[in-house]
């Protein structure tokens, strides 16, 4: 019971590295969720994937793209890395857009940029 | 534009006492959706309860309970008799029927001391 899968769990960069955060769900959900988590700032949506080949942005999309590269996976990249980004990144999903099922949590990536 | 109000930043309180996690929101919609979850030191978000806004029943479930109330727009959720295990960091959510996009508070850091 993976449930949601993200890689790297750390990752360090240095300003104008690029870097793409793996997210890999087992659930076959339609739905998946990009956010980022800062302190003090609960939970913002970048980027989310109603269904396979469909994104759309969210509240904080800017310096971010996404690929929903199947039904199982949705990537997110960063160009070039900004100190701004240092942040938790959570990846979720859904099983549907319109039913609002809890979504579900992976465990969270957590980037330093220098 | 939705909006989700945690006033609350950080409670303190000793084993067995009762606490009030409050949660205020805004948002135009008839129907929507509300969320709480827990954030524990470990740091994977746990959900914990789901609420239409058609449905404004209490709702009980061991220690925890919720108080939902759409006339002052309040999804405030009480642990009754805290533990120590109960600290953690507990987000209350909005979730717009069908945007697909859910809006989360800043969080309460619950400390329950020994």
């Known amino acids: 019971n993976a449930g949601v899968t993200q890689t790297p769990k750390f990752q360090v960069l240095k300003t104008g590295q690029s870097m793409t955060l793996q997210c890999a769900q087992d659930?076959?959900?339609?739905?998946m969720y990009w956010y980022r988590q800062d302190p003090g700032m609960g939970l913002r949506l970048i980027y989310y994937?109603?269904?396979?080949?469909?994104?759309d942005k969210g509240e904080v999309p800017n310096g971010y793209n996404v690929s929903r590269l199947n039904k199982r996976e949705f990537s997110l990249r960063l160009e070039s890395a900004a100190p701004s980004q240092t942040s938790v990144y959570f990846c979720?999903?859904?099983?549907?857009?319109?039913?609002?099922?809890?979504?579900?949590f992976g465990d969270g990536t957590r980037l330093s940029i220098l | 534009a939705q909006k989700v109000t945690q006033a609350q930043t950080e409670i303190s309180v000793v084993e067995k006492e009762d606490v009030t996690l409050d949660c205020v929101y805004e948002?135009?919609?008839?129907?929507?959706?509300l969320f709480w979850y827990k954030q524990p030191p470990s740091g994977e978000l746990v959900f914990l309860i789901r609420?239409?806004?058609?449905?404004?029943q209490n709702e009980i479930s061991g220690r925890y309970s919720w108080n939902f109330q759409k006339s002052t727009s309040s999804f405030n959720f009480t642990i009754t008799a805290s533990q120590v295990v109960d600290s953690a960091v507990y987000f209350c959510?909005?979730?717009?029927?069908?945007?697909?996009?859910?809006?989360f508070g800043s969080g309460t850091k619950l400390n329950v001391k020994p």
């Open positions: 659930m076959n959900h339609n739905s």
């Open positions: 994937s109603a269904s396979e080949g469909t994104t």
């Open positions: 959510a909005l979730s717009e029927y069908n945007f697909n996009k859910f809006y």
């Open positions: 979720a999903s859904s099983e549907d857009s319109t039913s609002n099922q809890p979504q579900h």
């Open positions: 948002t135009r919609d008839t129907t929507y959706y």
């Open positions: 609420r239409n806004s058609f449905d404004e």
